[in-house]
């Protein structure tokens, strides 16, 4: 029996059934690439789902995690903790200033910033002012508060009831926005640009009306970041494309590198309402994560990866466009930076394991919609070569 074939049986046995795993089991990473238990390499445009922004066992990254495995890994949030503080720093440096609290995932940063919106509006407006705008095809987490909040039923069958004070409206639908925001509103939250619901880039008034609109309503406008963060679509933040100012960012995915880690970032005025004991994480921002995590934000700035996404991935763009000329079942291209999809009008899982099979890692996002959010450190090289194996996949599709 092969390692592989064992390991899915133990899987099997001792695992809690909840991903459909791709029958590879993957070992060893360096760089954009990956290694499988039988020696097969792949070109990883899958990235751990947008988390390795820098590859896999950067060097940097490495020895960060070497230095603060012999220094500290863990201590309380009772205590100050110094790469936490330099992190946050560093954080609000490069956003719109603000506090951060840090968490340990994107669900949590998500809850974090439902939790301070709530209580922002009860400290403010002593009401029951608690309802959250969000959008359909949404997608912030898996914890209950942030399932109910993903405008998606699949997610949240069988799991009800649902918790009070979620409204969902059309994405990139401003109108829709106007008539939901009422005066039992305290937050809108929303990707800037939808990730697992298809990769859906907005209209360009779009944010900046979001923005004003809730402005004028005094309601907080709270951006989920968590996958179009650090660099990812050719900004730092996706926000900076639309010049806008949000009350709340939440981020995780890449922040870490691929070390678990999520931060909620408010501005001076909403952060107030958290006072010692509203909120709290055992593991949130420790010294170890804290410090992987500002040499991965050290690197994506000095290494300008930002913009190095916004170049590689405008190629990459360009590349995946001319598929839809090429082929009936590709339907468009469309992304930001190294946030790109494909949509099809056939199933796109097959298509992923095919590529599989021949060496290239990508995603699905939705049914009929292939993704693609390699680490932002590729070049034009890779960029060919997961083209190369596409344009095979696709071929044989035909
Ligand atoms: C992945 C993701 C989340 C959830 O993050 P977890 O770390 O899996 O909890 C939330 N929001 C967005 C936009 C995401 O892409």
Redesign the pocket.
């Known amino acids: 029996m092969s390692v592989t074939h064992d390991l899915m049986a133990q899987a099997a046995r001792y695992l809690a059934n909840t991903y459909a795993r791709f029958p590879v089991a993957l070992v060893r990473g360096s760089g954009v690439r990956v290694w499988d238990a039988e020696g097969k390499t792949y070109l990883d445009f899958a990235a751990g789902?947008a988390v390795d922004v820098l590859g896999h066992c950067h060097p940097k990254v490495v020895e960060a995690i070497r230095a603060q495995a012999e220094t500290l890994l863990h201590v309380s949030n009772l205590y100050h903790i110094e790469p936490q503080v330099r992190l946050a720093r560093a954080l609000c440096e490069h956003s719109f200033g603000g506090k951060v609290f840090f968490c340990n995932?994107?669900?949590?940063a998500?809850e974090a910033a439902i939790k301070l919106a709530r209580r922002y509006a009860k400290a403010r407006w002593s009401s029951d002012r608690y309802e959250i705008v969000c959008m359909r095809d949404s997608?912030?987490?898996?914890t209950m508060a942030?399932m109910t909040a993903t405008g998606q039923a699949k997610y949240s069958q069988g799991f009800e009831p649902l918790l009070p004070g979620f409204k969902h409206i059309p994405f990139n639908d401003l109108p829709a926005a106007e008539r939901a925001i009422d005066s039992r509103t305290c937050a809108v939250l929303v990707?800037p640009i939808q990730?697992?619901g298809g990769v859906r880039v907005p209209d360009d008034d779009y944010l900046p009306g979001l923005r004003q609109l809730c402005s004028e309503r005094e309601v907080l406008l709270m951006l989920?970041e968590?996958?179009t963060g650090m660099g990812r679509t050719g900004r730092l933040f996706a926000y900076e494309h639309w010049d806008i100012q949000p009350d709340i960012v939440t981020l995780?995915?890449g922040l870490g590198g691929g070390l678990p880690i999520?931060a909620m970032l408010a501005n001076e005025t909403v952060a107030g309402a958290f006072v010692p004991g509203s909120h709290a994480s055992t593991f949130g921002g420790n010294p170890f994560v804290t410090t992987v995590a500002l040499a991965v934000l050290t690197e994506i700035l000095d290494a300008r990866l930002p913009e190095h996404a916004a170049k590689i991935g405008a190629y990459f763009l360009e590349r995946l466009q001319q598929l839809t000329a090429q082929y009936p079942f590709v339907k468009e291209a469309r992304g930001k930076g190294l946030m790109l999809a494909l949509e099809l009008t056939v199933p796109a899982r097959p298509i992923v394991e095919r590529c599989l099979e021949r060496g290239l890692l990508i995603l699905v996002a939705g049914d009929q919609v292939l993704r693609f959010v390699p680490p932002l450190i590729i070049g034009e090289p890779e960029v060919d070569e997961a083209m190369r194996i596409l344009g095979l996949v696709l071929a044989e599709q035909a």
């Open positions: 789902i995932s994107g669900a949590e998500n997608f912030h987490g898996r942030t990707e990730g697992e989920d968590v996958q995780a995915k999520g």
